[in-house]
């Protein structure tokens, strides 16, 4: 049966627009990316809305917003529910470039499209999230149990097998990620069928090493197979190819310069992905070069990318490997960069800055701020390196030129700003929330299970969602261990039994394995019924997680302190902990699973009311998020004047390393929005550090993938036309069709049907296998017999079996023999013996010829080019066998041709079987 | 059922007799029945693969190697190093810098990691002994540039093979891997424990089911005490040494165990910090700490568990060990209790064998084995309760210190193992790394087990150098795409096409010659052929010839001969034909003013079908150009003789033709039929053709050597060209 394959491009067929594919195969549909741009606007969503039902499977390649920047978006507002895949680094950097996001966004607007939850949601606590290592196979779509049998028999009695497994979907679905460079984890999508065919989605790849990451080799792995449909990009085809050291100097000699005239440099940046590299670089030229600046990286996000990047050594490149298994040179732990997660802390540098900073739109983000108030000064630099979206303030700054005499840009900016709310603001805020709060104590606490009220944890802050993410990040360093535990051990515990499913799950621990199978030491504590003490039990009897917030503070305001010697076994609070602190503790061995994750009791999430009496201060501030929030003990106890916000800690003592956001508090804020004027006087340059590949090296990679069908998207209409020009001239030996679709265009294709057979031993044996190139190559004629082939794998069902064709009348003479057989052969369906030469681009020459003739034991020199003249024989019987290389006609100048010419001798018949060999003839 | 018996007898063949195209062969070079220098082959079709490359503990210098030179190391494709213990690794340096090794060596991330730190460690060492050293640091240095890393669950194709690791417990990075050779699917676990532990999660159970699962037994038929058990009694056993004011000495590997056994330690010091923080454990191995950033990082290798503890605090910075930098001067001034872990674990030299003889002699003091204790070390020897040792200055020391044998290695125990085949269900077992006595013990047991379970199970438990043989067809299924592919196969259906087989490995494809470049790199091209040969009779003789030949049999073996358009000659004359629209045949007239004499020229396009139709075209005009009569006349009874099937007269009428084709060339010719002789006289030589011997007897050398050569091109003439020879 054919397989059906669509390709539709949601979005992404323009070089400006996100990247957003269908592919259906058969009845399975596959999304391929959902990116979003910074606007945010949900009316361009529209057409993956429209799909959204049929979705199957969603895979992602990269982690930046072009790439996935729409997943908080439908899975949190329109529901999306389907698998989604990638490797690790594109889930978590991933979150990471949409927490970068929001924060910018919502930072400047009352942003509103979607909020933290549905990023958690998208992201962290999405269970049907699968992580793939590169390289490795899942099974999308398993393929039918009978498919050999289906393929086989064939006969009517195979039938109904054969419509069994034209059910399945391709013959069942298979996908790999392979490494596509430029983005830690990022990734080129090999889509296996189970008919053989191969579907590659391979956008945005580097096909150069760089420091951060290994190159892409997804056309070593394609090397032997084409692809029946490969999708790539074309936002580089116009590119020149550049040079790489030169580009890394200038780059780097812009900034000396700028910075040894007392000027400061802002590069815009994303929030983990390219930002790495740049890091790198600035960090080892730093480290040598003698400049009187301190490159400075600045993102609410980076401590905890950077902890992440640390741990996943696996994906980077050899050389940060290398280092590390040589050196134990722990990557990023960078000699002179500085990492800083807010523009306050900019202050500590003395002297001219190098600044990376993010949002490299410049719409928002920590880079808007400094473009604010550096770029008014003609001493400083702003450095783009990458291209902007239109419409953005990147854009107006690049496209800008001020030789045109136009005079500096002159820009008229609005800028937002949080103001926190004071004085009868913020009391009615707070009343408000009281009200909600109790409303949900009321309904809420009977209502439903466990997660409709999670969902009001938009009350955490980016700071324990931070926290969290750098825990599933594993983070290892003390310094953000202390910070987490010190500063935000209430939630943090909640949090982590709420991700820890997530992780079980998402990640190879199988979920009927205790989640701490050995550290059965650790005690635990739990609330006394009767007393309302804590108590430590060494039996898993009560889930005392979520009340130990709660309860610690009782305990310690009892003046009981703790006991080192009893509980705290592997657990260690700082010395300076202003607060008890429990160790985080875990769920009971076994917990049971739904759809969800983690079945949690609803008892643990009921709110006390205000009138629980000593409870109470503490009850407020958990109301939101179900004891989730960390307390300020002193103050709280007091009277509850920290507001519902449940302070972050600012103060809190151990928190002198916190990531930024343990310190962003959550103080309810207004949005001040302002206008100003902004005349461009910096001067402004651009690097190309996209980390894509130019447009001849692409084709060039392209060409050697050889595949059937090429889909170019994502480029401007020049650059997609001059790409897929390039590669039919390239590829037309191959009959490789290219296409161009435009929005909403399906690209159809249908892939034949294969069949599957054994061959027998014997026939096995007496193939004359000759190599062509990488391939091994023989001439084969089978007749088909019903097989009961042994030993063939997964089914056992009967596959065909191909023995020898034995010629009927084998006792004709030489000559009628070998005519009955070549007419035995031009009369069947597969027409007769052929020529093969070896695989295009590996080179034919005689000069090879010639070196193979020698070593055979022929003379042979060259009269005139393109003619080889072999010496053979002697004295009277010597001749002369002329082989010539070349095209036969200009029609078909991409079919090698070599002719043969000479006496009729036994030396003509050796020549030839050289020249069979080295060409691969079969 | 007979089969297999006749295999499992197969087995105590020596290696080489069976081949390795439908029997794999399974040959340990290390770890046949012992353990230690772990080092096995499979040989499948034509591919070689190496799991692990250890040394002995117990053996020092090239004597620790495995087996390396029974087989031809060239040959391996691919080494595959399961974890960083040095029996399972520390040859490779010697195995990349001083044998023929040519293949491709993979490990995973934490094994590449802490493998270099450790061999360093040994090189450093091996510097200031007198002994030859297996490698030095640079051979190390070499070594880690061509080590390849590879990640859990990551499909690698390695020439044209499957690799694919799997955790397997143990220490971090440990793996199992799985190789898949034409179908053949075969598990290597290396040293493995499904049970998971305070910092790793146990072994994965692979999704396939392999066909060869070669499995460690280091344990035998053993089981290991419940963990609580254990830990309890090797906590109670050092509680009860330090009360009665004595010293624990715990020698042990420095990786891996360890730092299980330091966390279980370092919990319980912290819990009874009261009675116990006075006492130190020490730990005598400067490893420990370069490890702690391959955990750190590579924490994806460890269990949840322990990933979580990594949000609190640093768990591989013990809050009650300390490190010892000078076992000597500890040796001598320090007198107190204490817990000491020292390499290496068998007690063979080096810091574990200075404290061992410094307190042996103390009955106070015990020693406490956790590792699995090898064959010929110290380590097992105490165990068996000798009551002196020697020393190493060669002193006899009476031993009066407490031995237990406790063991926290974390190998499979025997229901781990049992349990882990019943899971996996492998119709052959290869067990290695085990005693002699524990492996056949084991292997018994499993035999019975599966025999209980209704499973089809050979185990095999080959010594050194023992090559197991056993039986797979390989997989040669191929897939018919395209063209060929669009109908189902129907039996005895004839398909025809080019297979393509993927490079050096075992996919393959039948396509049809012009879907090459569709589904393949390959381009299709032409070769065309002309041949020239010389006739002295008209074309018209000629092309009488050809149509006899090819229209004279009504049935399949029919050609048409056709005329070239426009190729006639004067008068209407027929210059040129076509034989069956494949081999043009052009008669090319004498031209005395070019000096060119008359020939036929035959064209046609190279390939198997045009070489045979060829070959079949030259047979019949060398047979109607050039003969004489006689010839002619010496043929056609040739023809009826072997048609009448007499021989004798089939070679009496091959002699008269081979005697008037010589006469031909060199003249006279006079044929001695009895003896199946021809003299000729050339030029006042005589030469004398003994046919039948296929011999030429002439006093000119040079003569005799044309002579030689006519026969020979005459043979080709007389039997046409072939056919199978040349298509090959």
Redesign the interface.
């Known amino acids: 049966m054919e397989t059906s394959v669509r390709f539709t491009p949601l979005s992404g067929v323009d070089a400006e627009s996100p990247l957003c594919y269908l592919l259906e195969i058969d009845s399975f549909t596959i999304l391929l990316d959902c990116g979003w741009d910074e606007n945010f606007d949900p009316a361009a969503l529209e057409p993956i809305k429209r799909v959204l039902p049929r979705i199957n499977a969603v895979l992602l390649s990269h982690p930046d917003l072009a790439h996935l920047g729409a997943l908080p978006y439908l899975v949190g507002k329109c529901g999306l529910q389907a698998p989604i895949c990638s490797t690790k680094p594109v889930r978590r950097m991933g979150e990471m470039f949409m927490f970068e996001s929001y924060l910018a966004k919502q930072a400047i607007s009352d942003f509103e499209t979607f909020d933290l939850d549905d990023v958690d949601a998208a992201f962290r606590l999405n269970a049907s999230w699968t992580e793939l290592r590169f390289s490795q196979r899942h099974q999308l779509v398993p393929p039918p149990p009978d498919s050999k049998a289906a393929a086989a028999t064939g006969s009517s009695s195979g039938q109904p097998a054969a419509a069994a497994a034209a059910a399945v979907a391709g013959g069942g679905i298979t996908i790999t990620a392979h490494p596509a460079g430029r983005y830690p984890g990022g990734a080129v999508w090999r889509i296996s069928l189970g008919c053989g065919e191969e579907l590659v989605y391979a956008v945005d790849y580097n096909h150069r090493k760089e420091r951060l990451l290994n190159r892409t080799h997804f056309d070593e792995l394609l090397a032997a197979n084409q692809p029946a449909l490969l999708v790539t990009d074309a936002v580089n085809a116009l590119t020149e190819k550049s040079d790489r050291h030169r580009r890394d100097e200038e780059f780097l000699d812009a900034i000396t310069a700028t910075v040894e005239a007392e000027g400061s440099v802002l590069i815009p940046t994303d929030a983990a992905g390219r930002v790495l590299e740049l890091a790198l670089l600035l960090d080892e030229h730093f480290s040598k070069a003698r400049v009187a600046a301190a490159p400075v990286i600045l993102s609410a996000t980076i401590k905890t990318v950077l902890e992440f990047a640390r741990t996943q050594l696996e994906y980077l490149g050899n050389e940060l490997v290398q280092a590390f298994s040589l050196k134990r040179a722990v990557p990023f732990s960078f000699r002179k960069l500085s990492v800083i997660t807010r523009l306050e802390e900019l202050g500590a540098f003395p002297g001219p800055k190098v600044v990376l900073a993010t949002m490299p739109s410049l719409e928002g983000g920590p880079a808007r701020e400094l473009l604010v108030q550096w770029a008014a000064l003609p001493r400083n630099t702003i450095i783009f390196t990458e291209r902007a979206q239109a419409g953005t303030l990147a854009a107006a700054l690049q496209t800008h030129d001020p030789s045109a005499g136009s005079g500096p840009l002159r820009l008229r900016l609005r800028m937002g700003r949080r103001m926190p709310l004071e004085g009868e603001e913020l009391a009615e805020w707070q009343a408000a929330k009281v009200a909600a709060a109790q409303e949900l104590a009321e309904h809420g606490g009977s209502a439903k299970d466990s997660l409709p009220l999670l969902s009001p944890s938009c009350h955490l802050t980016p700071a324990s969602r931070l926290a969290a993410a750098a825990r599933l990040a594993s983070a290892g360093s003390a310094a953000a261990a202390a910070a987490g535990g010190g500063n935000a051990g209430g939630h943090t515990t909640a949090l982590s039994q709420l991700t820890s499913p997530a992780v079980g799950r998402g990640g190879s621990g199988s979920t009927d394995q205790p989640l701490r199978a050995s550290t059965g030491s650790i005690s635990r504590l739990v609330r006394d019924s009767t007393t309302g003490a804590i108590v430590q039990t060494l039996t898993a009897s009560t889930p005392g997680g979520a009340g130990a917030g709660a309860g610690a503070q009782k305990h310690h305001s009892s003046g009981g302190g703790w006991d080192a010697g009893l509980l705290m076994d592997g657990f260690e609070p700082p010395e300076d902990a202003a607060f008890p602190m429990f160790p985080d503790e875990d769920e009971p061995l076994y917990c049971e699973w739904d759809e969800y994750g983690a079945v949690l009791g609803k008892d643990e999430f009921r709110v006390p009311t205000l009138t629980d009496g000593v409870g109470a201060a503490a009850g407020r501030f958990g109301a939101g998020g179900g004891d989730t929030m960390d307390v300020d003990v002193g103050d709280s106890a007091g009277g509850g004047s920290g507001g519902g916000g449940g302070s972050g800690g600012a103060a809190g003592p151990g928190g002198d390393e916190a990531d930024v956001a343990d310190e962003v508090d959550e103080a309810p804020t207004k949005l001040v929005l302002s206008e100003i004027d902004l005349e461009v006087h910096a001067a402004i340059r651009y690097f190309d550090f996209e980390g894509r590949s130019d447009g001849k090296s692409a084709v060039e990679y392209l060409a050697r993938v050889a595949p059937r069908r090429l889909a170019v998207v994502h480029g401007s209409a020049a650059a997609r036309a001059a790409m897929a020009a390039a590669l039919r001239r390239d590829l037309t030996y191959y009959g490789t069709q290219v296409f161009t679709p435009e929005l909403g265009e399906a690209l159809e294709a249908r892939l034949a049907a294969s069949q599957v057979a054994a061959l027998g031993p014997t026939l096995a044996e007496s193939l004359g296998v000759r190599q062509a190139g990488q391939y091994g190559v023989a001439w084969l004629e089978g007749r088909v017999t019903a097989g009961q082939v042994a030993g063939t794998a997964a089914s056992g069902a009967p596959t065909p079996v191909l023995e020898p064709v034995l010629a009927d009348d084998e006792d004709l003479p030489g000559a009628m023999a070998a005519a009955a057989t070549a007419r035995l052969s031009s009369g069947g369906g597969a027409g007769a013996g052929s020529v093969l030469l070896a695989q295009a681009g590996a080179v034919l020459t005689l000069t090879r010829l010639k070196a193979a003739l020698l070593a055979a034991g022929f003379e042979s020199h060259f009269p005139s080019r393109g003619v080889l003249a072999v010496m053979v024989g002697d004295g009277p019987s010597a001749a002369t066998l002329i082989v010539t290389l070349g095209s036969g006609t200009p029609a078909d100048d991409r079919v090698v041709h070599v002719s043969l010419d000479g006496p009729a001798s036994e030396a003509y018949y050796k020549v030839r079987e050289v020249i069979y060999e080295q060409f691969g003839v079969c | 059922m007979a089969a297999k018996r006749k295999l499992a007898e197969e087995v105590a063949v020596e290696g080489g007799e069976l081949d390795t195209s439908?029997h794999a062969h399974v040959i340990p070079l290390g770890a046949g029945s012992e353990v230690g220098r772990s080092c096995i082959i499979l040989k499948y079709q034509d591919k070689t693969v190496m799991f692990d490359c250890g040394i002995h503990p117990a053996y020092k210098g090239m004597d620790s190697l495995p087996l390396l030179d029974d087989i031809d190391i060239a040959t391996v494709d691919v080494a595959l190093i399961t974890h960083f213990h040095l029996d399972h690794c520390a040859a490779v340096p010697y195995l990349l810098r001083k044998t023929r090794f040519k293949g491709r060596i993979f490990m995973t991330?934490p094994t590449?990691?802490i493998y270099?730190s450790l061999l360093r460690n040994l090189a450093k060492g091996a510097k200031h002994s007198s002994e030859e050293a297996l490698f030095n640091e640079e051979d190390l240095?070499a070594s880690?540039e061509q080590i390849e890393?590879v990640?859990?669950?990551?499909?690698?194709e390695v020439a044209g093979m499957q690799i694919t690791p799997y955790?397997a417990g143990h220490v971090i990075g440990a793996a199992m891997f799985l190789v898949e050779v034409a179908?053949l699917?075969c598990l290597y676990t290396g040293d493995y424990s499904r049970l998971?532990?305070?910092?790793l999660?146990g072994a994965?159970t692979p999704p396939v089911t392999p066909h060869i699962v070669i499995v460690e037994s280091t344990y035998g038929t053993s089981r290991h005490l419940p963990r609580?058990q254990r830990e309890q009694l090797l906590l109670d056993t050092i509680r009860t040494t330090l009360n009665r004011g004595g010293r624990v000495l715990m020698p042990i590997v420095a990786l891996g165990r360890a730092q299980e056994l330091l966390l279980l330690l370092d919990?319980?010091w912290?819990?009874?910090?009261?009675e116990l923080s006075g006492i130190p454990i020490y730990q005598a191995s400067s490893m420990m700490s370069?490890a702690l950033?391959?955990y750190?990082?590579?924490?994806?290798s460890l269990?949840?568990?322990?990933?979580?503890?990594?949000?609190?605090?640093?768990p591989f910075?013990f809050?009650h060990v300390q490190t010892l930098k000078n076992p000597a001067h500890f040796i001598a001034d320090y007198s107190g209790p204490c817990v000491i872990m020292a390499t290496p674990s068998g007690l063979q030299s080096g810091a574990s064998r200075d404290f061992f003889e410094a307190w042996c002699e103390d009955a106070r003091n015990t020693c406490i084995i956790c590792d699995f204790a090898v064959q010929g070390t110290l380590a097992k020897e105490i165990l068996g309760g000798p009551s002196s040792i020697t020393t190493r200055e060669g002193r006899r020391v009476p031993l009066r210190i407490a031995v237990h044998n406790i063991s926290f290695s974390a190998h499979a125990d025997f229901d781990q193992t049992s349990g882990f085949l019943d899971t996996v269900k492998p119709p052959h077992v290869v067990l290695v790394h085990g005693e002699y006595g524990e492996m056949r013990k084991l292997a018994k047991a499993l035999k019975d087990g599966a025999k209980a379970a209704g499973l089809a199970r050979e185990v095999y438990t080959p010594v050194l150098q023992q090559t197991v043989a056993i039986e797979?067809?390989?997989?040669?299924?191929?897939?018919?795409?395209?063209?060929?592919?669009?109908?189902?196969?129907?039996?005895?259906?004839?398909?025809?096409?080019?297979?393509?087989?993927?490079?050096g490995?075992f996919?393959?494809q039948?396509l049809?010659?012009?879907d090459?470049?569709?589904?393949?790199?390959?381009?299709?091209?032409?070769?065309?052929?002309?041949?020239?040969?010389?006739v002295d009779v008209p074309f018209s003789v000629i092309r009488l010839a050809l149509e006899v030949?090819?229209e004279g049999?009504e049935g399949?073996?029919?050609?048409p001969v056709t005329s070239v358009q426009g190729a006639g000659g004067k008068g209407g004359e027929v210059l040129a034909v076509t034989v069956?629209e494949?081999v043009e045949v052009r008669y090319v007239a004498a031209d005395d003013t070019s000096g060119t004499v008359a020939h036929v020229v035959?064209e046609w396009?190279?390939?198997?079908?045009?070489?045979?139709?060829a070959?079949?075209v030259?047979?019949?005009v060398?047979q109607a150009v050039g003969e004489p009569v006689e010839a002619t006349n010496a043929e056609s009874a040739m023809?009826r003789a072997?048609a009448a099937g007499d021989e004798a007269a089939e070679a009496a009428a091959e002699l008269q033709l081979i005697a008037a084709l010589l006469r031909s060339q060199y003249g006279t010719a006079v044929v001695d039929e009895s003896g199946g002789s021809i003299s000729l006289t050339v030029d006042g030589v005589s030469a004398l053709v003994d046919y039948r011997a296929g011999k030429v007897v002439c006093e000119d050398v040079?003569l005799q050597?044309?002579i030689a050569?006519s026969l020979?091109?005459l043979a080709?003439a007389i039997?046409?060209?072939g056919?199978d020879r040349?298509?090959?």
């Open positions: 439908n991330h590449k990691a270099y240095d880690m890393v990640d859990f669950y990551q499909t690698i955790r179908g699917r998971p532990d305070r910092h999660p994965d609580q919990e319980y912290e819990a009874h910090k009261s370069k950033g391959v750190q990082t590579y924490v994806e269990n949840e568990d322990i990933k979580k503890v990594f949000h609190e605090r640093n910075k809050r797979h067809q390989p997989d040669r299924s191929v897939r018919l795409q395209g063209r060929l592919g669009e109908k189902p196969l129907r039996s005895s259906d004839v398909v025809r096409g080019v297979l393509v087989r993927q490079a490995g996919g393959q039948l049809h010659p012009d090459l470049p569709r589904y393949t790199k390959l381009l299709k091209g032409r070769i065309t052929q002309r041949q020239a040969i010389s030949m090819f049999v399949a073996g029919t050609l069956g494949t035959l396009e190279g390939g198997r079908h045009g070489d045979m139709v070959d079949a030259i047979a019949v060398l023809i072997r040079g050597a044309r050569k020979e091109r080709v039997r046409p060209v056919v040349l298509q090959e």
